[in-house]
């Protein structure tokens, strides 16, 4: 099925509106601890970047998160500020104490859940959302509702669920595959099955477990989601939640689809919030790793310096980034004579030869790039040996 065609057939111009929630399931990775002004730059840099939803994280946590997401309202940023609540009064009366006009309240909605934790049953469940949703209603606060593992509950349960929540005034349901149970197959008939069941606001939350969150997250999208919660870095609940670069990024690349993300700046996104976290960013991490754009073996870079569109589908230009070529034992000819033309340092092609034999032995027992510093040693090497003696 074509991006933006729903079940029914029709096209859809809306956009993607993307919530991150960094501040709030990011933080939930183990080890994970904001201090008040990192949640605050966070949420800047989130809100310079396009993001216009913020869930902000979770006020029954007390006083200390309360104060911090009211440092990031009291910021005035061009976003719409959310605090996460369990169907409590208590919740809801902590989040309206951090200035939020937004709450998403979770219902546990897997039948496994429901006993498990809250130790009662589906009716009761539904009860409890409907009293806490027109409490926060009542209250003045937009509401969305997260149905959480809903990827683990009956279709039809979750489908009263929504019928509830938009009786009670929420304006929104959050899909959420807390468990990662879902394929992209099973996470567009989940949320098609929805779409065609109610007009509320549809979010659907992925989680990575199996790799798959960007992937089931573009799928809920075009069954018909208008929402989708992100992270960055896909910082988040053991593996983590879909990585905010990767969906903003493929929902332009591959269906052209706009969510008013600022692409270049994704990149410092990533960098404040692996930093405040004391994450390290892996260097192929997709569309923010330092070595997205990198290219060593022989065969590519001969190929870009012919033709950059042979080996390049993503534009770096899009993320304001630009592709960066490197020496190392899978170089071959092409790039060593484009490194030492680019030096202007002249070489025959037997020369080149040797010289590429000394780069791949250097890499092979240095395990890294071979820099351009050793590169021109190499060469300055081979040129005193091949003087005559006494020149
Ligand atoms: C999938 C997700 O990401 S869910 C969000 C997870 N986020 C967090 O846990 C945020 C950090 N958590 C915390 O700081 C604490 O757990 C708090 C402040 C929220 C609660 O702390 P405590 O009162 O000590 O409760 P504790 O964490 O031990 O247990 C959770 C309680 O919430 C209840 N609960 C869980 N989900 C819900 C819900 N959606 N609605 C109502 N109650 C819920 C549980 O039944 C349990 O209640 P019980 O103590 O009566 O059995
Ligand atoms: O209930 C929700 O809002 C979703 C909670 C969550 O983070 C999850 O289920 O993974």
């Known amino acids: 099925m074509a991006f933006g065609v729903t079940v029914s057939g029709k096209l859809q111009t809306r ?55 009211r440092a990031i309202v009291e910021a005035s940023l061009e976003a719409t500020i959310i605090a996460w609540c369990r169907m409590k009064r208590s919740d809801v009366d902590a989040a309206i104490e951090s200035g939020v006009a937004m709450v998403n309240i979770s219902v546990p909605s897997s039948d496994l859940q429901i006993a498990a934790k809250l130790g009662i049953g589906r009716v ?95 799928a809920a999208i075009k069954a018909g989601a208008t929402h989708a919660s992100v992270t960055v870095i896909g910082l988040g609940e053991r593996a983590g939640n879909a990585p905010l670069e990767e969906v903003a990024v493929a929902l332009k690349q591959l ?13 410092n996104v990533a960098a404040l919030v692996a930093a405040a976290a004391v994450r390290t960013i892996p260097l ?13 073996s022989g065969i590519h870079v001969d190929g870009l310096l012919k033709d950059q569109r042979s080996y390049q589908a993503l534009d770096p230009q899009l993320l304001g980034r630009s592709n960066r070529f490197v020496i190392g034992k899978h170089s071959g000819i092409a790039a060593i004579t484009a490194l030492l033309s680019e030096l202007r340092l002249s070489v025959s092609a037997e020369e080149s030869r040797v010289i590429l034999a000394r780069v791949r032995k250097h890499a092979v027992e240095h395990k890294g790039e071979v820099g351009r510093e050793t590169v021109m040693t190499i060469w300055r090497e081979l040129c005193e040996r091949s003087l005559p003696k006494g020149a």
Do not use: C
Request: charged content about 25%; hydrophobic content about 45%; overall charge negative.
């Open 124 to 218: 009761a469940a539904l009860e409890q959302l409907k009293r806490i949703v027109g409490y926060a209603r009542d209250r003045g606060l937009d509401v969305a509702v997260g149905g959480e593992d809903s990827s683990r509950a009956d279709v039809n349960f979750l489908i009263e669920l929504i019928t509830a929540a938009k009786n009670a005034g929420a304006r929104r349901f959050r899909v959420a595959d807390t468990l990662s149970v879902l394929d992209p197959d099973a996470a567009f008939a989940l949320v098609a099955a929805l779409r065609a069941n109610t007009d509320l606001e549809i979010e659907f939350h992925g989680h990575d477990d199996l790799g798959l969150a960007t992937a089931n997250t573009l």
């Open 15 to 69: 956009q993607i509106v993307l919530n991150d929630t960094t501040l709030r399931d990011g933080e939930q990775a183990p080890g994970v601890a904001f201090t008040t002004a990192e949640k605050l730059s966070i949420a800047r840099v989130l809100a310079s970047a396009g993001i216009t939803e913020i869930e902000a994280g979770t006020p029954a946590m007390g006083y200390e998160e309360v104060s911090a997401i």
């Open 255 to 267: 269906y052209g689809r706009d969510t008013g993300v600022v692409l270049p700046e994704l990149e």
């Open 284 to 296: 192929n991490k997709a569309i923010v790793g330092e070595h997205v754009f990198t290219h060593e």
